[in-house]
């Protein structure tokens, strides 16, 4: 299948840096600014170290496009525009550099493929439609292009020699790499409008933003070429941001209904399967294995929208597991592997304190953000107030690393137990409280170990009102540690075992290390999960979301169905408390 051409009109002054072409997103359809003039573009240097970023995150022209799949940089690369090129370019695949290292011929005109493959025929050459520059620029011995071809400024930012074959934007025959270079870094430096707001991006900030979207695009592709083109499990309120989340453009996500075909559909065309681990059967997991299809885990993440999944509010957030899932104690995860080993510099630790300040300020939450505080029980002078938070028993973290623990009547037994003096709060589950899952316990019984029961305002208010916090397994330990309050895991949570809890229950011998809080909301709440802007569906750095749930702006394009689902766990909660039953709510 062929790609359009991304050479540059001749007589335009083209951007290298510009959006990929994400499902739903409309791209700017107004004039770009103009290139500034030469005495603002840097040099020396200056220039050195921009063409090294750019390099280092590997964008800029069309980034997005699949790779070329090369097993090691060409000597010569070959950018016919026509058929009367082939001869003029044909002497060039013959030269010594492209005997030792290769030679590529790359032409997004589907008429010269015929034509490309003859010419690799018999010779040490390859032939590739439209591809993503940095697969084949990065370590590549020469370029031969068109100065309406944008590869030349690519080319010249990767350090590549290039020969010009005709006049155009990028470079006219016989330009020096001078010439060539202050083209390249003039035309890295037209501004990038802002994709999440108003005005203009610096070059800084907008390389910062396209390295996240190329990071997300290579991790949907895979390590080996195995990328994500089937998914099971996905609820059909949320398909569309899943869709987003995983995308590339290669392929369109098969988001199928019945698991063994979405297997079948995954192992046929040689990929991964994306599945939600509460969704499949154990019995598709064997046959996965058994067949070699790799299984990537998907799950909401940690500020995950504004109202409850069970609502069928769509996430803004999750998380993509190759490795495992991060509930899972049993198994190491890429959340695991990233508290175990990154380094965490101190730019992604400032980062991540100003992230964290973001959130305690706005009082954000999984599900929501405010410090409404009004439901608020007094606390007794001179009394440590210890908060115990329910969870949907049934729950997959609650069944991998509750260790047998899932009731949550024995949780506040527990508690008690081991808190005699201390004043307990009880903060039911609120999908439970809607009537949607399971883990209710009536208001009397709770009180026998709970002083008080506390329904209604912000988690984040909540938090902050108490001394310490124990969990089973719940997120929201994972939000008392940032607020500094103690925390006590009588399960294993994802952030158990890192020196910053409590722990009752066996941890993995895999988490020896100890880390900071800033350490730790570095992995979990940038590292690790993916975001979406719920304006524009593009995705997104955390900071961006956390922001729009701080001025209200996080929509939810589900909102019509939301009352329908509260009336729905209404009657489900009536029917238990009539019952007594403590059966599962069927799930959308």
Known sequence: MGHASVSAPHGSSPALLRVPPFPGFAPETGTRPAVPPLSQVATGEARSQLFATVCAARVGGAFWLPPAGLERAPGVILRPRTMADLPLLAPEARTEAARTQGALWIAPDTALHPALEALAKGARAQWRDEVDPWSVLLGAGHLHAHGDDEWIALARVATVPVTVLSAGVFGVPGDSDEALDARAAQLLSIPLHDPFGEGELTTEAALAVLANWRQVIDANRGDKGQGLVAACGMAWWKRAEIRRFLWTPEHRLRILSDPRKA??????????????????????????????????????????????????????????????????????????????????????????????????????????????????????????????????????????????????????????????????????????????????????????????????????????????????????????????????????????????????????????????????????????????????????????????????????????????????????????????????????
């Open 263 to 588: 297997l079948a559909a995954a192992h046929r065309a040689g990929g991964a399967l994306a599945i939600w681990p509460s969704r499949v059967s154990d019995a598709l997991l064997a046959e996965a294995r058994a067949k070699g299809v790799p299984l990537v885990r998907v799950e909401d993440g940690f500020v995950r929208s504004v109202g409850l999944g069970s609502n069928l509010v769509p996430p803004s957030s999750i998380v993509v597991d190759r490795r495992g899932i991060h509930f899972d104690p049993s198994e190491p995860s890429d959340l695991e592997d990233i508290l175990a080993t990154h380094a965490f510099p101190p730019e992604l630790l400032e980062r991540a304190r100003k992230l964290s300040d973001t959130i305690l300020a706005a009082g954000i939450s999984k599900y929501g953000a405010g410090k409404d505080g009004a439901a608020l029980p007094e606390r007794q002078a001179g009394r440590r107030v210890v908060l115990v938070p329910g969870q949907v028993e049934d729950d997959m973290s609650v069944r991998a690393g509750g260790h047998g623990l899932a009731s949550n009547l024995e949780l506040l037994r527990r508690v008690r137990a081991a808190e005699p003096d201390a004043e307990i709060w009880w903060r039911p589950h609120p999908d439970v409280d809607a009537g949607h899952r399971v883990g209710a316990i009536d208001d009397d019984r709770a009180r026998q170990y709970a002083n008080h029961i506390v329904r209604g305002g912000s988690m984040a208010a909540l938090l902050d009102a108490v001394d310490a916090v124990h969990v089973l397994t719940s997120l929201t330990g994972f939000e008392a540690l940032m607020r500094g309050r103690e925390v006590t895991c009588h399960g294993t949570p994802f952030y158990a075992g890192w020196g910053l809890t409590c722990d009752l229950a066996p941890t993995p011998q895999r988490r020896g290390r100890t880390l900071t809080r800033e350490e730790l909301v570095a992995g979990v709440l940038i590292l690790y999960p993916r975001y979406l802007d719920p304006i524009t569906g593009l995705p997104c750095p955390p900071e961006t979301l956390v922001a729009r749930m701080a001025g209200n702006r996080a929509v939810n394009r589900q909102g019509w169905i939301a009352p329908v689902r509260r009336a729905q766990g209404r009657a489900m909660a009536a029917l238990r408390r009539r019952f007594g039953g403590h059966g599962r709510s069927p799930r959308p």
